[in-house]
């Protein structure tokens, strides 16, 4: 940090007074004392944006209502769409939850922390804004060493959980780097920077609070990874099933048009198109080289790791028009090709 004892002060020259905040509001989520500050804010009842091994979160404390709505505002989500709330381990979610055993219980055991959220019957009182009032609440252990220092230090300042959505505009492409979230709130929002989120997508959300568990989003865990650990079968969603955002058939979406296609229909179709355009970019596992095509890779892993950043890099070329080959129909891939039909539904 720079020190300002000689030459005028920030606050006195716009130009640098921004340049001050552009630092500032960027906090190194490797350092124990900028950890310290977003935690502060947080517990004042702030916005902080944070990285997870998912993407990144837009943090408030989960049992300050008027933080939560902070969250609902900045976002422009319906105040109906409950936020998950993270938690350092069970006993943070202990807080939250009404009971934390069976379905839940097994999968905590089995996966926390790890990309896995489970909802579950809520502990009266706690957290209304952030579940938006419903019975049930859902809960996640981050397994990102930064998100787990600063729920740490959370601790340490008397706060047990953190609602955090994603870091991003209600219905848009989630943030995996801490520029992402810059480019959708400005340099006003403080970020704790914790780098590129290695898993990429959203978490698994599973009910946990039915007769049945019910897989509500499916994530990079495969639904046979989870089964294991429940030692049954997940039911299918009911037409009972809370309506929530991820549930909502169209989300995750780019400001460009994307279109899934198979494979073969995806190669006719490049065939027929000049060498060198513009207006239109192209994520493909087999399509042949051209500038303005993206291989795509073989491993669904590695594609749930850059997909965002992908969309978001196609978005800011300024396209209109997104293909994108349509990955396999295996449960590796579940969690990818849920997310790219919900960018490509109208
Ligand atoms: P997001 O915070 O955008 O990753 O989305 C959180 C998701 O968790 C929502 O889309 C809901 O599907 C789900 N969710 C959160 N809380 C509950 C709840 N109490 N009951 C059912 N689903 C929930
Ligand atoms: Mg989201």
Redo the contacts with the bound molecule.
């Keep these: 940090m720079p020190h300002e004892r000689d030459g005028p002060l920030p606050s006195a020259n716009p130009a640098a007074r921004r340049a001050k905040g552009r630092l500032v509001n960027l906090l190194d989520g490797r350092r124990a004392e900028d950890v310290d500050r977003a935690a502060r804010q947080l517990a004042d009842g702030g916005l902080v944006a944070m990285p997870t091994e998912t993407v990144y979160g837009l943090a408030a404390r989960a049992d300050d209502d008027r933080a939560v709505a902070a969250i609902y505002a900045a976002k422009g989500r319906p105040a109906d769409?409950?936020?998950?709330v993270h938690v350092l381990d069970r006993s943070g979610a202990e807080h939250f939850a009404d009971a934390l055993g069976g379905d839940a219980g097994r999968l905590i055991d089995a996966f926390w922390p790890g990309p896995v959220?489970v909802?579950v019957r809520r502990a009266a009182g706690q957290a209304d804004a952030a579940?938006a009032r419903?019975g049930?609440?859902?809960l996640r252990c981050p397994a990102h060493p930064v998100a787990r220092a600063l729920l740490t230090r959370c601790r340490e300042l008397g706060v047990e959980g953190l609602a955090a959505?994603?870091a991003n505009r209600f219905g848009g492409v989630s943030p995996t780097t801490a520029g992402h979230v810059r480019a959708e709130f400005g340099e006003s929002m403080l970020v704790l920077d914790g780098g590129a989120c290695e898993l990429g997508i959203?978490s698994s959300?599973v009910?946990c609070s039915r007769d049945a568990p019910v897989l509500?989003?499916p994530g990079v865990l495969t639904r046979d990874r989870l089964e294991d650990a429940l030692g049954r079968a997940l039911a299918e969603p009911g037409d009972d099933a809370?309506a929530?955002?991820?549930?909502l058939d169209s989300h995750y979406a780019p400001a460009a048009t994307l279109r899934l296609m198979a494979g073969e229909q995806l190669r006719q179709a490049i065939a027929m198109l000049p060498p060198s355009m513009s207006g239109l970019a192209v994520y493909s596992r087999t399509a042949p080289r051209r500038p303005w095509v993206r291989p795509m890779p073989d491993d669904a892993r590695a594609v749930a790791h850059e997909l965002y950043a992908v969309l978001r890099e196609f978005d800011a070329r300024g396209v209109k028009l997104i293909w994108v080959e349509q990955p396999p129909d295996t449960a590796e891939w579940e969690g990818v090709n849920d997310r790219l039909q919900r960018a490509a539904a109208p």
């Design positions: 769409h409950p936020l998950i959220t909802i579940a419903l049930t609440i859902a959505p994603s959203e959300i009910d509500l989003r809370t929530a955002p991820g549930t």
